[in-house]
């Protein structure tokens, strides 16, 4: 029989809602339960596309034996962590706190009132290297809570203490100033993989949001180092199994340091990301392999993560089946040299080989190979090569093919409106802006309530219970600020001031200025959670601090704009110490130095002229640059008021703090006043 889950809109959730454990989702009613019943809390944490938690899922959640111990002595509850990020963030905190780490699943039991006394992440179903099996633990912690409930409780309010005191000290109330990058610069250098591209060892991660920091850094300044581990990480990570060479599109992240085995992962976010850092590097040096990859990655979300009512799914499973029936991490993308001779001719098969380093040994397990693009002397037939990878992926495309996270989750879909917006104007693809079009059309209509309010999940065209977060009001607010500025719609520019009215509202403090991730009339959880730091996507409160600005340079809003200055304090405190990990936060400081610049665009949309100025304008690489583009009776935009043909011709503006460049009709003029 299913439980509790079976009626909620996270796929993670209902992949559990058959399981022997009597779930409940994360809800007033649980803890009501746990402190009726006397019972302590199983709080269990992952995301459908989680590797070990499928692992753990199947050994334990799965097992009458284990679920019958679980329902008699705990109250369990399941939380996706892509639906709760807030959930997440508070009891990830205590766990890397308390153990030195944290990762998925995530296994912390807790008091009736969700205080949190003990910690994991995966347990085995036996003891295991040292640890102990899930049972072990299981029957310890029913123990403590059954003979030393005073010491748990001790235990359980020190905890809630230190993690109250763990307030982020907010660093200076300056903004970063040049010598603040420029050491954020050396800190990225000195951490630089110059061998592999990248920074760090293993496992490594694609450094979207670093990358974009380096390329306005070099924007701004013509550091050419900069540009150099930009160029240099994105041809490797292109180059790399981390990328999918048949069907485009990034894995999340790879298992070594020179980017050969991936975890095979696809995730939305990592995707959109990628998408727009690789269409900017093309931006700035015209590199053929970032304009392949920028509009294969867009071609790849718009095949296989749109959803039917135009949103954007949020991850494709590292498994599938092997077809002998087992579910394999990377079945679905990885070749042996038998395999490829069974789609191609002999001839093509060692070709395929030697273009995508499979070997006999292989790559991978098992002899698979992970294809990639080898550093290889002499000329391939290009015709050819595309003739052996349009083969595979029809081969690859009859595979058991991963499952999908049909969740559409708002920040997410925010990056991805952003990516296919700006990729579909450079390389002249309606069809791409037509797909950010539809995906913001669904945000609006289904996330957006009456008071401008953001859910952060639907499914289905249902939407989710879950209020969003201060990243879904961030980047979808980035998303709508790039329609407005390729498509010159002023609703969209409305749309993303509704939504940053709520970030000065609810989630700023109003003495310091710091933000939190959750709205000040959101669920209480034990701690607000609030950290400005990237993971996997930019931080709330970075990608919060550039929408602000960005807004404030297309409206003029001081407000917006003195928000975003005081919450890029937090950079000027940690952008020369941890570079790597607020990069969004300095690609924003960089926009602020530049500017951001501001340009208007006035004359008939239609007329070939206008179009040339915009392309020029939203092609420029200054760091932040706004664009507004419409008619010159226009009152869609703000920045184009009171805007007049030059000589009855199109005509660009270009303004830069309070100051404003005569007015241009030539291209080569507006392109020169938008370069560094």
Same mark, same amino acid.
């Given at each position: 029989?299913?439980?509790?889950?079976?009626?909620?809109?996270?796929?993670?959730?209902l992949q559990?809602?058959?399981?022997?454990?009597?779930?409940?989702?994360?809800?007033a009613?649980?803890?009501e339960?746990?402190?009726?019943?006397?019972?302590?809390?199983?709080?269990s944490?992952g995301?459908?596309?989680?590797?070990?938690?499928?692992?753990?899922?199947?050994?334990?959640?799965?097992?009458?034996e284990?679920?019958?111990?679980?329902?008699?002595?705990?109250?369990s509850?399941?939380?996706?962590r892509?639906?709760r990020?807030?959930?997440?963030?508070?009891?990830?905190?205590?766990?890397?706190?308390?153990?030195?780490?944290g990762?998925?699943?995530?296994?912390v039991?807790?008091?009736p009132?969700?205080?949190?006394?003990?910690?994991?992440?995966?347990?085995?179903?036996?003891?295991?290297?040292?640890?102990?099996?899930?049972?072990?633990?299981l029957e310890g912690?029913?123990?403590?809570?059954?003979?030393?409930?005073?010491?748990?409780?001790?235990?359980?309010?020190?905890?809630v203490?230190d993690?109250?005191?763990?307030e982020?000290?907010?660093?200076?109330?300056?903004?970063p100033g040049?010598?603040?990058?420029?050491r954020?610069?050396?800190?990225?250098?000195r951490d630089?993989?110059?061998?592999?591209?990248?920074?760090?060892?293993?496992?490594?991660?694609?450094?979207?949001?670093?990358?974009?920091?380096?390329l306005?850094?070099h924007?701004?300044?013509g550091?050419?180092?900069?540009?150099q581990?930009?160029?240099?990480?994105?041809e490797?990570?292109a180059?790399?199994g981390?990328?999918?060479?048949?069907?485009?599109?990034?894995?999340r992240?790879?298992?070594?340091r020179?980017?050969?085995v991936p975890?095979f992962?696809?995730?939305?976010?990592?995707?959109?990301?990628?998408?727009?850092?690789?269409?900017?590097?093309w931006?700035?040096t015209?590199?053929?392999l970032a304009?392949?990859?920028?509009?294969?990655?867009?071609d790849?979300?718009?095949?296989?993560?749109?959803?039917?009512?135009?949103?954007?799914?949020?991850a494709?499973?590292?498994?599938?089946?092997?077809g002998?029936?087992?579910?394999?991490?990377?079945?679905?993308?990885?070749?042996?040299?038998a395999?490829?001779?069974e789609?191609?001719?002999?001839?093509?098969a060692?070709?395929?080989?030697?273009y995508?380093?499979?070997?006999?040994?292989?790559?991978f397990?098992?002899?698979a190979?992970?294809?990639?693009?080898?550093q290889?002397?002499?000329?391939?037939?290009?015709e050819?090569i595309?003739?052996?990878?349009?083969r595979?992926?029809?081969?690859?495309?009859?595979?058991?093919?991963?499952?999908?996270?049909?969740?559409v989750v708002?920040?997410w879909?925010?990056?991805?409106v952003?990516?296919?917006?700006?990729?579909?104007?450079?390389?002249?693809?309606?069809d791409?802006?037509e797909?950010a079009?539809?995906?913001?059309?669904l945000?609006?209509r289904?996330h957006?309530?009456?008071?401008a309010? @953001? *859910?952060?999940?639907?499914?289905? #065209?249902?939407?989710?219970?879950? /209020? =969003?977060? !201060?990243? $879904?009001?961030?980047? &979808?607010?980035e998303?709508f600020?790039? @329609? *407005?500025?390729?498509?010159?719609e #002023?609703?969209?520019l409305?749309? /993303? =001031?509704? !939504?940053? $009215?709520?970030?000065? &509202?609810?989630?700023?403090?109003?003495?310091?200025?710091?933000?939190?991730?959750?709205?000040?009339?959101?669920?209480?959880?034990?701690?607000r959670?609030?950290d400005?730091?990237?993971?996997?996507?930019?931080s709330?409160?970075?990608?919060?601090?550039?929408?602000?600005?960005?807004?404030?340079?297309?409206?003029?809003?001081?407000?917006?704009r003195?928000a975003a200055?005081?919450a890029?304090?937090v950079?000027k405190a940690l952008?020369?110490?941890a570079?790597?990990?607020?990069?969004?936060?300095?690609?924003t400081a960089e926009?602020l130095?530049d500017?951001?610049?501001?340009v208007?665009v006035?004359g008939?949309?239609?007329?070939?002229?206008t179009?040339?100025?915009h392309?020029a304008a939203?092609?420029?690489?200054?760091?932040?640059?706004?664009?507004?583009?419409?008619?010159?009776?226009?009152?869609?935009?703000?920045?184009?008021?009171?805007?007049?043909?030059?000589?009855?011709?199109?005509?660009?503006?270009?303004?830069?703090?309070?100051?404003?460049?005569?007015?241009?009709?030539?291209?080569?003029?507006l392109?020169?006043?938008?370069?560094?």
């Amino acid at each position: 029989m299913p439980n509790r889950l079976a009626h909620e809109t996270s796929p993670y959730l209902l992949q559990h809602a058959d399981n022997p454990v009597d779930w409940w989702p994360w809800s007033a009613e649980a803890f009501e339960e746990a402190r009726k019943s006397g019972k302590p809390v199983l709080l269990s944490v992952g995301y459908s596309s989680c590797h070990w938690c499928h692992v753990m899922a199947h050994e334990s959640f799965e097992d009458q034996e284990t679920a019958d111990y679980l329902n008699a002595h705990f109250v369990s509850v399941k939380v996706d962590r892509e639906e709760r990020p807030d959930v997440d963030a508070v009891y990830m905190e205590a766990v890397q706190a308390a153990t030195g780490q944290g990762g998925w699943p995530m296994t912390v039991f807790l008091t009736p009132d969700a205080e949190p006394f003990y910690f994991g992440t995966y347990f085995p179903p036996a003891p295991r290297q040292g640890s102990p099996s899930f049972r072990q633990v299981l029957e310890g912690v029913h123990s403590a809570w059954t003979d030393r409930r005073d010491e748990v409780a001790e235990v359980a309010e020190k905890i809630v203490r230190d993690l109250a005191g763990r307030e982020i000290a907010f660093g200076d109330t300056q903004v970063p100033g040049e010598e603040d990058l420029a050491r954020a610069l050396l800190g990225l250098t000195r951490d630089y993989d110059s061998s592999h591209g990248g920074f760090g060892g293993a496992p490594k991660f694609p450094p979207s949001m670093a990358i974009e920091f380096l390329l306005r850094h070099h924007a701004r300044t013509g550091a050419e180092g900069a540009l150099q581990m930009a160029a240099d990480t994105c041809e490797r990570m292109a180059r790399g199994g981390i990328y999918d060479q048949l069907g485009g599109g990034f894995a999340r992240y790879s298992v070594d340091r020179e980017w050969v085995v991936p975890h095979f992962e696809k995730m939305l976010y990592d995707n959109a990301l990628l998408c727009r850092v690789y269409a900017h590097l093309w931006r700035a040096t015209g590199s053929d392999l970032a304009r392949r990859v920028a509009l294969e990655t867009a071609d790849f979300m718009v095949r296989e993560l749109r959803t039917n009512e135009g949103g954007f799914a949020s991850a494709l499973d590292a498994d599938s089946e092997d077809g002998s029936g087992r579910h394999v991490e990377g079945a679905y993308y990885v070749w042996t040299p038998a395999q490829l001779r069974e789609v191609l001719d002999e001839r093509d098969a060692e070709l395929a080989a030697d273009y995508f380093g499979v070997t006999e040994e292989g790559t991978f397990e098992e002899g698979a190979s992970v294809l990639q693009l080898p550093q290889r002397e002499g000329v391939f037939d290009a015709e050819r090569i595309a003739s052996i990878r349009a083969r595979l992926l029809e081969a690859r495309g009859e595979r058991p093919a991963p499952g999908r996270d049909d969740k559409v989750v708002a920040a997410w879909n925010g990056l991805a409106v952003a990516a296919l917006a700006e990729t579909g104007a450079y390389f002249d693809r309606p069809d791409l802006i037509e797909a950010a079009l539809g995906a913001a059309d669904l945000l609006v209509r289904l996330h957006l309530d009456e008071h401008a309010r @953001l *859910a952060r999940t639907s499914k289905d #065209g249902r939407v989710g219970a879950n /209020a =969003g977060v !201060l990243e $879904d009001y961030a980047d &979808v607010s980035e998303g709508f600020l790039a @329609l *407005a500025s390729v498509t010159g719609e #002023g609703v969209w520019l409305e749309f /993303a =001031g509704f !939504l940053l $009215d709520h970030v000065l &509202v609810q989630f700023t403090d109003e003495e310091s200025g710091t933000l939190y991730d959750t709205a000040a009339d959101a669920e209480k959880l034990i701690r607000r959670p609030q950290d400005p730091t990237d993971n996997a996507t930019p931080s709330g409160w970075s990608a919060a601090a550039g929408a602000l600005l960005s807004y404030a340079a297309q409206t003029g809003a001081e407000p917006h704009r003195a928000a975003a200055e005081r919450a890029l304090g937090v950079v000027k405190a940690l952008g020369p110490r941890a570079p790597r990990f607020i990069g969004w936060g300095l690609a924003t400081a960089e926009a602020l130095l530049d500017g951001p610049r501001e340009v208007a665009v006035v004359g008939p949309v239609d007329d070939p002229a206008t179009k040339e100025l915009h392309r020029a304008a939203l092609l420029a690489t200054a760091p932040g640059a706004v664009v507004a583009m419409g008619a010159p009776d226009s009152d869609e935009l703000p920045l184009l008021a009171e805007r007049l043909l030059v000589s009855g011709e199109p005509t660009a503006y270009v303004c830069r703090n309070f100051t404003c460049d005569a007015p241009t009709t030539d291209v080569d003029r507006l392109r020169e006043a938008l370069g560094r």
